[in-house]
């Protein structure tokens, strides 16, 4: 039987409304509070932000993710670096995926498209075959044949040593039917299986595993995905696999499967991190998100900001050309302290690199004042008059 | 007469042995101590880097560049957001260049090369005509057609409100004959005699304006520019324009010029700063240099490193793959601190933005450093021997 004995999970406060609630995670590297908001460091390394940016705003885990970072520079090399947290210089909490999400999206569309139900009909298919030993599929970089089962994943997973790791899973698109995506299912929670075992042999209380919930958009489905992973020795369970063609299926998906996991564990919902999304999940009562939206909306330009028309502002806009004003007046990041709009919209124009490291900073900051509300609105009995209030400009 | 109120220069020590000197260079936005190098934000921005980066390092000047600026985003814009040293958050010592360096160079062939001898003739000919009046060419944004006079060149400096700036001269090239260096010297020096009409005509004692010695590699004309520019009211010297085809002649041409230029004004000396053109510079009793070089090293994966083979490691190279060692024993930066030259040498392979900024870092500490080394002999009464030092390795 598994356990954690260097990991652990408290629930502070429960919110009495709704399922928000504050929670302590424990892990080798350091404790953090949930609600909690998990910056990607795709491939060892947040774009265009150092972790002394990530410290400074507020930032206190990070994921990678063990698709690219199999394919280069390989788990064997960061292991022979000292692991990820050394290899990366992030002596703080982390997460890895199993690779299976991009395994299966670049497969079936786009990353971000698929898990929203907008399938990408022009992305390559990677994915060559799905059989129940794993995945084989082709590498983005060089296009050589790879095989990821559960056995690699945590393999690569151990190697690359986060602290959280998952297991490796089938991510169904949305286009499939019910059929394929109980089938889908059940293989999925053998890969479970043999993943725990996997797992439990070279178990050295450094990692702790979380199950993967999957089960498209069918309430009977994630029912049974719930029981599942509720029943096995993960730490920790994770919201994955397509969740809807909209923000209302989102949320409708996402409720299902909060409805039968278990309460005790923290509850990550994978891949999703829009600003009206974290306040919907942290009411369902997930503890954590990640999404790379605000630091690759940075590199396009756009400025989390709240203002009436939503929370993000185009910094290329002609408008902002002589604008004087801060990106964001509420905001304390060094970009609002020091610069004007004027300024990064000018160097956006002049294709400065300066213009996505500022941006990247602010939208970190922005996702860490929007968590750091939340925190404290559950704490002070208010998570609904907060969640309000934030929406009101 | 201009004078220069809220500026200053003493110098504090003389070496001995050779012309270095360490000096201390008052102005409205702080004090800075001599030798010193200014790094290039050319586009009113250090690529890659913030201007706290640079703080950290031990950086206390920088340069941005009047060409690139008055076409984008134009003077009148940074004027009207508060100046560059607000515009772009830089509250310290700041120079600006005339603007004629780029025109005159873009015309020849490529900037770099063209100072150094070696014209490049895929450049395209950007320069149009240079008449008594000024220069006329094409923007390189949109193609427009541009004047750049000695009174414009003072109208947008003012504008842009660096502390210090320089006269508009005709930087001529390498391989014109010396009765068209002759000819542009003359013509160079009427030119500088508008500048300082038009500087005095609304000098509000917030900006200092240095003279520029042109000339070529012939040593009489070099005599000719130092007795132009020694004998009018300029805070500063710089010298400028081609100073030969080979590091022996340019080093030939520097003496020339350092030979008649008088020693109580602050020297730059423009464009060059490679490790050994420093050393050899600071000897000749230059006190500021600038060059792109090492934060667009950077960019492309070059390392400033003392090692056997020189001052540059390209971490591109696979032997790097597996290297658990820091860039640079000797550094104490943060990317020397925390990260092994694998991890810098994956983040390029990668194609991470981070792997610009780690190394665009060090090389800013790395020139520090090899000022900081300056100073401290020159104090210490042991430049020529701290010199052959800082070449055994």
Redesign the interface.
Known sequence: MTDYPNFGFQILKQDAQTNARLGHLTTPHGSITTPAFIFCAT??????????DLRNVGADIILANTY?LML??TAD?IA???GLHQ???WNAPMLTDSGGFQVFSLGHGSVAEEIKGNRDLKSPPMLKKITEEGAIFKSYLDGSTQVLTPERSMDIQRKLGADLIVMFDECTPFHVDKKYTSDSLERTHRWGDRCLKEFEKEHAGKQALYGILQGGVYEDLREQAAEYVNSRPFFGNAVGGSLGASKEQMYEVAGFAMKYLRKDRPTHLLGIGGVEDIWHGVGLGIDTFDCVAPTRMARHAGALVRWEKGFKLNLRNARF??D?NPLDHECDC?ACQ???R??IH??F??E???????LTIHNMRFMMRLIETIRIAIKEDRFLDAKKAWFQI
């Open positions: 491939k060892a390394a947040i774009k265009a932000a150092s972790p002394v690219h280069q520079p090399l022979q670096m000292g290899f990366m210089g050309r002589n004087p060094p020091t610069y004007s004027a300024y000018y160097l124009k002049a400065e690199i300066l213009g996505l490291q500022l």
